[in-house]
Nanobody
Framework: QVQLVESGGGLVQAGGSLSLSCIASGRSFSTYSIGWFRQAPGKEREPIAAIDWGGRNTNYADSVKGRFTISRDNAKNTVYLQMNSLRPEDTAVYYC???????????????????WGQGTQVTVSS
């Protein structure tokens, strides 16, 4: 089992940058793929990016490709989401989630992820 805590959210102007962190506790963090998702008020949870256990493979939603970068440091039990060129439509609560075993890999289907953090708010002003 793994516990996840997100941090780094906040208020930023359009065009600005933020870096989110997802810190994990528990066993065998390096065996989990990690995904980032977001949910805006009144909208469904949207997949953003995922990274496999070794950090060699990543996957991005079209909406953030070229602007967001996911990375991980297994020695620090941390996954990062660097967000550049932020837009007002990026405003949402951002969640990280973990999956392993049968669903290892970088697919961004929320139902594959067993463990979720509590989320961090990102607000982009125009």
């Amino acid at each position: 089992q793994v516990q996840l805590v997100e941090s780094g959210g906040g208020l930023v102007q359009a065009g600005g940058s933020l870096s989110l962190s997802c810190i994990a506790s528990g066993r065998s963090f390096s065996t989990y793929s990690i995904g980032w998702f977001r949910q805006a008020p009144g909208k469904e949870r949207e997949p953003i990016a995922a990274i496999d256990w070794g950090g060699r493979n990543t996957n991005y939603a079209d909406s953030v490709k070229g602007r967001f970068t996911i990375s991980r440091d297994n020695a620090k039990n941390t996954v990062y989401l660097q967000m550049n060129s932020l837009r007002p439509e990026d405003t949402a609560v951002y969640y990280c989630a973990a999956k392993s075993g049968l669903f290892a890999g970088t697919a961004l289907f929320p139902w594959q992820y067993s463990y979720w953090g509590q989320g961090t708010q990102v607000t982009v002003s125009s």
